[in-house]
């Protein structure tokens, strides 16, 4: 070739990244919102090493910004998605607890999002008993959905089973949309919601082996007796002793547990562990069965023996394998999406966000779930990357709440968000500018009677002090001193000590109550709605 071909290449080649990086600076933003189900912050490893390595999850926050104190507003699933979506507290978007069906009426994000031309498209859980509204494209478990071969609600085709593990199979969709499905001339809103690792922690047939002969080392409030706290810690039910099931969740197949003479810790305790292993096909029930029958065989030579201290410490073993065999898929797949936007040139202009719906407690406090407003449930994994605007490797302290994505991603995409939109946009955190963001958070939680039997709560949590009011079938307060009390394990309330700081926090409290528009008048109506539901 001659030198004029040359030139005119290498001058071509010029003007178009000069172009490419013309338009990228004025292109609004991709978003990929990741977010797992039940997934405690406590095993990431980009917040602790103690139990696992989650190498893929922890790039977000190696590229980006690691949150230490992000926080929901109501520890429970379908409502902490119903905040997200509509950037407001469960009092006023009505989805208060896993029962209620949400109210469509309510606008949420991706519909301004798509208004506003951005693709949308939502793959996984979303557990509202209604398809989502302002998506172009989804693919979604109906209710909880199964860990292996599970049914889908999809947008283009009706109800269809698909065969296979379901962390691979939403992770599949997701890379398939991306890579040949959705307009290439849009940004894109993509919401990616694993299952895992809900209960009852189905690892995929590949972590079967490595993790069932893991040991993990135990939380240090793993035989708490919650003598420091109220009634509502007391007669929770989410001891992984007493509560957890020990055929649906800990694995033991229910002819061992007859055998044994071990009785239901639920009515649905063995019936869980036959609809779960019943749906998997011969292969996979075949390696299922070459791993979990090694371990029900060791447990029926050893369950004799065992003190009530032994089947607790075993439990949390047990626990842990699976819980954290699930995770293993959930990094595996993150990557995968990751690498997907690095090799498409995609990277640089998306905003990748990882959370959890809520989080989750590993053991602390003898316990399983989530629902308190206690740190491990209230808390919440939260890693962001945006290249460009966020700094690699940075860390923020301040209390965001799930309550702030709508905003942000509105703010992102340049649509000014609804005046009723209660959230704060993380725009100015991101750029490092976000000092004093909130100095205190408002939760509730009403899911009461129910699975579990968590009491219904009020509160609010600043840097320091928590404040909580159990109501419904007591009138119970509980304060707690972050700072000298970390595992809040002590309740000062009456602690004549802390009478100022008790009645400051009280003072807080009811202004952010009439901030936030919740009352006693709400919260007597919704147990009145409860009554209602229960009854119809
Ligand atoms: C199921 C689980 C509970 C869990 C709720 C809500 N029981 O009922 O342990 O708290 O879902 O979870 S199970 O035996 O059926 O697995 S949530 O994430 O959807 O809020
Ligand atoms: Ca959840």
Redesign the pocket.
């Known amino acids: 070739i001659s030198i004029a071909t040359v030139a005119i290449i290498a001058i071509g080649m010029f003007s178009f990244k000069q172009a490419t990086k013309k338009t990228q600076e004025g292109r609004r933003p991709n978003i990929v919102f990741i977010m797992s189900?039940?997934h405690a912050y406590q095993a990431i490893s980009a917040y602790s090493n103690r139990l696992t390595q989650t190498p893929n999850i922890d790039r977000i926050a190696k590229e980006g910004m690691l949150f230490s104190n992000a926080c929901v507003t109501n520890s429970?699933?379908?409502p902490s998605r119903a905040v997200i979506l509509t950037g407001k507290h469960s009092h006023l978007n009505g989805k208060i607890d896993?029962n209620f069906p949400f109210d469509t009426t309510n606008i949420t994000f991706p519909q301004l999002l798509q208004a506003n031309g951005y693709e949308t498209a939502m793959f996984g859980k979303l557990?509202f008993g209604n398809s989502p509204k302002g998506f172009d494209e989804f693919k979604i478990l109906p209710d909880?959905g199964d860990y292996y071969n599970p049914d889908f609600i999809t947008k283009k085709e009706g109800k269809k089973k698909i065969m296979g593990y379901v962390t691979d199979i939403i992770t599949d969709m997701t890379l398939n949309w991306l890579g040949k499905e959705r307009d290439k001339e849009k940004p894109f809103f993509l919401a990616y919601l694993h299952k895992a690792p809900?209960?009852?922690w189905l690892p995929a047939e590949r972590h079967f082996k490595e993790f069932i002969n893991k040991k993990f080392p135990e939380p240090s409030t793993l035989f708490d007796k919650y003598e420091g706290r109220g009634s509502a810690s007391k007669q929770a039910e989410m001891n992984l002793l007493t509560h957890m099931?020990w055929a649906?969740?800990s694995k033991i197949k229910p002819e061992n547990m007859d055998k044994l003479g071990i009785k239901e810790s639920?009515p649905?305790d063995k019936r869980?562990y036959d609809y779960t292993v019943g749906r998997m096909n011969a292969e996979q029930r075949k390696v299922w069965d070459a791993t979990y029958d090694n371990m029900n065989e060791e447990f029926i030579k050893n369950y004799p023996k065992m003190s009530d201290t032994d089947k607790m410490k075993w439990r949390y073993q047990r626990y842990m394998q699976d819980y954290l065999g699930c995770i293993a898929s959930v990094d595996e797949g993150v990557g995968k999406v990751l690498d997907f936007l690095k090799e498409n040139g995609l990277e640089e202009n998306t905003i990748v966000i990882y959370t959890s719906?809520q989080g989750f407690y590993l053991g602390e406090h003898g316990w399983f779930?989530?629902r308190f407003i206690f740190d491990e449930s209230f808390k919440t994994p939260l890693l962001i990357k945006w290249p460009g605007v966020i700094k690699a490797g940075s860390k923020n302290s301040q209390m965001v709440q799930n309550l702030d994505y709508a905003q942000t991603f509105l703010e992102a995409a340049g649509v000014k968000p609804p005046a009723d939109m209660q959230g704060e946009s993380l725009i100015p955190i991101f750029k490092g500018q976000g000092k004093n963001f909130r100095d205190a958070a408002y939760y509730h939680y009403y899911e009461y009677p129910g699975?579990?039997m968590v009491k219904r709560h009020y509160g609010i949590v600043t840097e320091k002090y928590k404040l909580v009011h159990f109501y419904h079938d007591v009138d119970e307060w509980e304060l707690y001193d972050r700072t000298n009390d970390k595992n809040e394990l002590k309740n000062v309330y009456n602690d004549p000590k802390y009478a100022k700081i008790k009645a400051e926090m009280h003072k807080k409290l009811t202004a952010l109550r009439v901030k936030y528009k919740d009352s006693e008048a709400l919260d007597k109506m919704y147990i009145e709605k409860y009554k209602q539901l229960k009854r119809g």
Do not use: S, V
Request: aromatic residues 4%; negative net charge.
């Open positions: 189900d039940d429970i699933c379908a896993n557990h909880q809900h209960r009852e099931n649906g969740d639920h649905y869980n719906d779930d989530k699975i579990h």
